[in-house]
């Protein structure tokens, strides 16, 4: 019995840091593209152009807009995480204690 629960520990275990290193390289990717000085620039003109059509002058630049940024991130890795990772996660222990 003993040798069992190690057994599933040990497995949940190594799963862990598989889906760990999986969510750091998912973050990563994530991050290259929604810090990319050519996104930036992309969404401060589209943020504009929004803006303009409904009589607004929104002008997110420097630390609005990189706020604005770190909360699409944030949106993103909570969606990558709860939409990707868990039914995966979820998979894989059903199929470890098979």
Partial sequence: MATRVGNVVGKVSELFNEKLVQVSLIS????????????????ENTLHKLGSTVGLNLRLQGQGLLIFHSLVFAVLMGLSV??????LLKKSLVNSNQ
């Fill in 82 to 87: 709860r939409y990707v990772f868990e039914p």
């Fill in 28 to 43: 990563a990717v994530l991050f290259w593209i929604v810090a990319n000085p050519q996104v930036f620039g992309f969404v």
